[in-house]
Every structure is written in structure tokens, then in C-alpha cells.
């Protein structure tokens, strides 16, 4: 069974900094994995996908990336905003499912 | 659809009373995928459709649980005799088909069993 894990659960950091968030897992034969963000009370928005033949996507301030042989990707916020306050939830495929992580609650205070 | 649409956004229902949640995927998306989510933590798989066909359901927790894609379009996961430990979101989502395509989530409906 798949198994992902992400640290921290929970980040509190001034409006400004760069952070980074951790994920990783078990399975290394994925398809791909995606970074999604979670809004309290709404659904989940997708962020970024990797496809497993790739070591990175950016969108905006946004960067994530994909080791396979270690089993990591993390996802890289600079210049972090108020408006970035909310869960990070990653996903990896695996065959016909995503598998999730627990998810990193993330504060930026202004 | 523009997106996946799930209704209703909240139900609240007493123990023991079925209830049926609904999901439109996006229109052209082959496969659906029903997770399960508790708070604090992430989703958690189900059941997952190619076309109308049930391919997975080894996420159902048990036999009062079941879901069904009739014309390979809108599926409906149906919880009989709702127990308080079925309170959670539950949340679908489509992708393209199987393999290297993301998945697009709905926005969920709460369930509350009382």
C-alpha cells in the first residue's frame, strides 16, 4: 500500500518568506503527483502536476519538484502571502488512484 | 460542465436514514473517483469508474456503501442506514482516463449524520 507522508503539519511564518513544503512516498513507479490546495469549506484546487518523467513545474511563485529515487517532492512558495494561508494536500498515482498525504496547514501572517 | 459539480453541497441526515450524493464530472472525463475525508486529514479512496464501469471499490468501507455510473457520465454513492462515523466530506473527482492526467475535485458534500 502507498504511503504518503508530509512535513510539517502545520507552519506559521511572517508574510514574505520563501518555504518550503515536504512530501514524500512509498511507491516510485508513479504516474505522476500533484500539488493541490485546500480552502476551508470549498474543494481542491490543483496547484501543479508533475508527470514522473519530469523534475519540475512552476507556476507563478510557485515551484515544485519530483525525485523519484528518493521519494520526495517538495513544493517551493516564495514570497509567501496572507492569501497563501491553507492546507497543501500532495498526491501521488500510482496505477488508478491518487494516494494523499495529510496535508501541511499553512499561516502567513502579515 | 465547466468543472465537477457535486450536490448537495450539505447534507445533514439522522442515523439510520440513507442518503445519496451526486456528482457530474467534467463533460469528456472518462474516469471518476469518490474519496472520503475527515477533518484534519487527507482524502481517502473509495471508488473509482472507467466509463460506467465500477474498476476499484476496495475503498468502500463496508457493504452499506455502494456507487454506480449507469451511463458512464453522473454517479451517485449511495450510504444505507447512515451511522455518526460516516460524517465526513466526501468528495469527487474526474480525470481524462486513467494514467498520466490530473484529477479535477469537485467542492464536496458535507455529510452529518445525528
Known amino acids: 500500500k502507498q504511503e504518503v507522508t508530509q512535513i510539517p503539519a502545520a507552519l506559521s511564518v511572517p508574510e514574505g518568506e520563501n518555504l518550503v513544503l515536504n512530501c514524500s512516498f512509498t511507491?516510485?513507479?508513479?504516474?505522476?503527483l500533484q500539488w493541490f490546495r485546500q480552502d476551508p469549506g470549498k474543494g481542491l484546487t490543483s496547484l501543479l502536476l508533475?508527470?514522473?518523467?519530469?523534475r519540475e513545474q512552476t507556476s507563478g511563485r510557485l515551484n515544485a519538484s519530483l525525485d523519484k529515487s528518493s521519494g520526495r517532492s517538495t513544493l517551493y512558495i516564495a514570497a509567501s502571502q496572507p492569501g497563501d494561508s491553507a492546507t497543501y494536500l500532495c498526491a501521488e498515482r500510482a496505477g488508478n488512484m491518487l494516494t494523499f498525504g495529510g496535508g501541511t496547514r499553512l499561516m502567513v501572517k502579515p | 460542465g465547466a468543472g465537477v459539480s457535486q450536490s448537495p453541497r450539505y447534507k445533514v441526515t439522522k442515523r439510520g436514514q440513507d442518503v445519496a450524493l451526486r456528482c457530474d464530472p467534467i463533460s469528456g472525463h472518462v474516469s471518476l473517483y469518490w474519496y472520503r475525508q475527515a477533518l484534519g486529514q487527507g482524502p481517502e479512496f473509495l471508488t473509482y469508474?472507467?466509463?460506467?464501469?465500477?474498476?476499484?471499490k476496495s475503498g468502500l468501507p463496508n457493504d452499506r456503501f455502494s456507487a454506480e455510473r449507469p451511463e458512464g457520465s453522473i454517479s451517485t454513492l449511495t450510504i444505507q442506514r447512515t451511522e455518526q462515523r460516516d460524517s465526513a466530506m466526501y468528495r469527487c473527482a474526474s480525470s481524462l482516463e486513467v494514467g498520466y492526467y490530473g484529477y479535477t475535485f469537485g467542492s464536496g458534500t458535507r455529510l452529518t449524520v445525528v
Open positions: 511507491d516510485s513507479a508513479i504516474y505522476n
Open positions: 508533475i508527470q514522473s518523467s519530469q
Open positions: 469508474f472507467n466509463y460506467e464501469a465500477q474498476q476499484d
